[in-house]
């Protein structure tokens, strides 16, 4: 029996928008459980889509978990310091006051930066093996789109990182995570550490694993693992997230260096080999709009508008008005958009109640450069509490709260206008309000690829829409100011010159 101390501290920073994320938007919690301690967050994890839960559902029994604190933010501005040294200095904390410990679990994200912190995952595992020395495992689940750096390679025993997106395994991993872990307890801590970084830098547009060429990356990062080989992984990198190392990497962890090595070369080298297939149509508002229209005057099923820049899930304002503009602006019929966060128009619709009609400025809320807000007047056609458990594939069975929520239609548009942010990858978003989705002629979704487990199998076909947002599909225009030189800014692209170019 082994006693392992088990916690998470999870943030997809995106380095580029105004917002900042503190202490307060984790404590109360919404898309995600609120900030959890102790036995707590096995109550608010177990059988739920998080790394945590397979982990929890994995782990021999035998075994005796000590949970510490664990803490989901979604995506993001820069987190305060004061956020980060809260949760961070309690983790730490709990676990210094943890005697015996035998190995770690950490639900960690990988594209964590604080603002003195560009690699905050780094800095946390400093911090926790600076607790518990060199002899104690510690072993990492993270994410597909985690930005992995020499520290987080070097301060583990061993990683797990999801092998989809749409994140549909999100469980499975922390499965993974487990059974790494009670490989490494029952033969000891790895010898071999690698990690290859690859010289380009990958839009999330891109990094689709339902097509190639990510879906042959990941499936070779996993007939590349056994024997002398406890993990091979592939991170697609976060690029909004600024720091040095940011981007696309290779990871293994074995039992000896030459395996380490070895393994982490071929898939590198295959990487790089598929440089050049990196792609994905792209379309301003105006244009996606009149082609969706055009499909869905024959199609049986409705055509999805992927309003990526929009995307909450990687640090998007999701309120940007962009594409609603071009969509009342083209007289588009049978449109259901969502999310819209808009907590004033929310609670608006609430007090004027179901059928009224109010005239409000609609979204637009945070200076994004090209946006602002929609005046309009608007009929308030259904209203709910925010409150629903999910059933789709990405995050089915996550209890969601997005506050006082409404439909707010103007000519063939309904919004769903929400007080909380939350992407748009579960049909039920919809459905608790009255929607059915695939009856829908247009559906726009604040989404950048999450939307795709759920919304595909309904999809006549779908569009992704380059309309004004914070989350800027572009990583060549980012404003980076610790970005390695060299790397390239997109598949094939310029490379970066410096902060001072």
Not at 124 to 145: F, M, N
Not at 362 to 367: A, E, N, S, Y
Request: proline share 6%; net charge negative; aromatic share 6%.
């Amino acid at each position: 029996m082994a006693r392992i101390a088990i916690g998470g501290f999870l943030h997809e920073t995106n380095c580029f928008v105004p917002m900042r994320t503190d202490y307060g938007y984790f404590a109360r919690g919404g898309e995600f459980p609120p900030l959890s301690r102790r036995d707590v967050i096995i109550e608010r994890t177990r059988g739920a889509s998080f790394g945590m839960s397979g982990f929890l559902d994995t782990i021999d029994a035998k075994h005796d978990l000590v949970p510490l604190i664990w803490g989901h933010g979604g995506a993001g501005g820069y987190i305060t310091d004061d956020g980060f040294e809260r949760i961070v200095g309690e983790l730490v904390g709990m676990l210094s006051q943890t005697i015996g410990v035998d190995a770690v679990y950490l639900d960690l994200h990988g594209a964590m930066c604080s603002v003195t912190y560009e690699d905050a995952e780094g800095e946390i595992l400093r911090r926790v093996r600076a607790c518990v020395g060199p002899e104690v495992p510690i072993v990492v689940s993270l994410d597909y789109h985690a930005n992995v750096t020499e520290a987080t390679a070097e301060l583990t025993d061993g990683m797990a990182i999801y092998l989809t997106y749409p994140h549909i395994d999100r469980q499975g991993t922390g499965s993974r995570s487990a059974k790494i872990l009670m490989r490494v307890l029952e033969d000891g801590i790895p010898a071999g550490r690698a990690i290859r970084r690859i010289p380009f830098l990958l839009p999330l547009n891109f990094q689709c694993t339902l097509v190639e060429p990510s879906k042959s990356i990941v499936e070779a990062s996993v007939a590349g693992e056994g024997g002398e080989i406890l993990d091979l992984c592939y991170a697609a990198g976060f690029p909004p997230s600024d720091l040095h190392e940011c981007g696309p990497a290779v990871i293994c962890h074995a039992y000896t260096q030459e395996a380490a090595d070895a393994a982490a070369d071929r898939l590198a080298g295959m990487i790089m080999e598929r440089e050049a297939d990196f792609a994905e149509p792209l379309l301003e508002p105006d244009a996606a709009v009149r082609e969706a229209m055009a499909i869905a005057e024959t199609a049986t099923r409705p055509v999805i508008l992927a309003d990526t820049q929009d995307n909450p899930g990687c640090g998007g304002t999701c309120d940007t008005t962009g594409l609603l503009e071009a969509l009342v602006r083209h007289d588009a019929q049978g449109v259901a958009m969502c999310v819209m966060w808009d907590p004033a128009a929310a609670g608006a619709a609430h007090a004027a109640g179901p059928g009224a009609e109010i005239t409000v400025d609609l979204g637009g809320k945070h200076d994004i450069p090209g946006d602002k807000p929609f005046p309009g007047t608007f009929t308030v056609s259904a209203l709910s509490d925010g409150c629903f458990v999910t059933t789709g594939r990405s995050i089915g069975g996550r209890h969601i709260d997005i506050g006082p929520t409404a439909v707010l239609t103007i000519g063939g548009v309904s919004i769903v206008v929400a007080s909380k942010r939350m992407q748009a990858y579960d049909q039920d978003i919809f459905r608790h309000i009255g929607i059915a989705p695939e009856k829908q002629k247009i559906l726009a979704l604040k989404s950048t690829c999450h939307f795709r487990a759920d919304f595909d199998p309904i999809a006549e076909k779908t569009l992704v829409v380059l309309a004004p947002g914070a989350h800027v599909v572009d990583s060549s225009k980012y404003p980076f100011k610790y970005l390695r030189e060299g790397v390239r800014l997109l598949p094939l692209g310029p490379a970066f010159k410096g902060a001072a170019a």
